[in-house]
């Protein structure tokens, strides 16, 4: 059975930073891309960040692009989020997801697992 | 960005009705579309990818058509369970973006 657990979420103040963990289990870690999905108060869903299999392709959303950093540890089968200068708008429950699909120029890829997520509350 | 928009955002049914939920691409992405079921306080479900194909373990009851920029899901014969908020979700290239949810209520 897959298990994703996220873990480091709290409260931090604006321009903060905070380091995300998902602990993965139940599958071949390294043989699937992974992402980072964001869920603020009252509102939709949010693609943050994908990040492949090997760790060498990363992707951001624009609204996190230059602050937020996607990496993962392999060897340990854990899945990272590091949060730099963070803003009020970056509160949000943060959910990490077992990516599926392939990539041919563009990439194909759905959301097959999700854990529970880990809240990011950003106030002073 | 492509833009996803479903309807209705709030749905109320009764146990046994059928029901439908649209979610309409800004642009084609031909069949690249994932539903999700989200519950309070759980994970995210995947119900169906590839706008179709029914995820392994997900009742019978959900159904997913369409492609382009159309698309529904449909649960044939609601039951207590299936309370909760749908999402719709592209994955015709990066970045990925949601439909902002049906929240279904069991009547």
């Known amino acids: 059975e897959v298990q994703l657990l996220e873990s480091g979420g709290g409260l931090v103040q604006p321009g903060g930073s905070l380091r995300l963990s998902c602990a993965a289990s139940g599958f071949t870690f390294s043989n699937y891309a992974m992402s980072w999905v964001r869920q603020a108060p009252g509102k939709g869903l949010e693609w943050v960040s994908v990040i492949s299999g090997d760790g060498y392709t990363t992707l951001y959303a624009d609204s996190v692009k230059g602050r937020f950093t996607i990496s993962r540890d392999n060897s340990e089968n854990m899945l990272f989020l590091q949060l730099n200068s963070l803003r009020a708008e970056d509160a949000a429950v943060y959910h990490c997801?077992?990516?599926?699909?392939?990539?041919?120029?563009?990439?194909?890829?759905?959301?097959?697992?999700w854990g529970q997520g880990t809240l990011v509350t950003v106030s002073s | 960005d492509i833009q996803m928009t479903q309807s209705p955002s709030t749905l109320s049914a009764s146990v046994g009705d059928r029901v439908t939920i649209t979610c309409r691409a800004s642009?084609?992405?031909?069949?690249?579309l994932a539903w999700y079921q989200h519950k309070p306080g759980k994970a995210p479900k995947l119900l169906i990818y590839?706008?179709?194909s029914l995820e392994s373990g997900v009742p019978s009851r959900f159904s997913g058509s369409g492609s382009g920029t159309e698309f529904t899901l449909t649960i044939s014969s609601l039951q207590p369970d299936d309370s909760a908020t749908y999402f719709c979700?592209?994955?015709?290239?990066?970045?990925?973006?949601f439909g902002q949810g049906t929240k279904l209520e069991i009547k």
């Open positions: 997801t077992k990516t599926v699909g392939y990539c041919s120029g563009t990439c194909y890829k759905y959301l097959q697992d």
């Open positions: 979700q592209h994955y015709n290239g990066y970045p990925y973006t």
């Open positions: 590839e706008a179709s």
């Open positions: 642009q084609s992405i031909s069949r690249w």
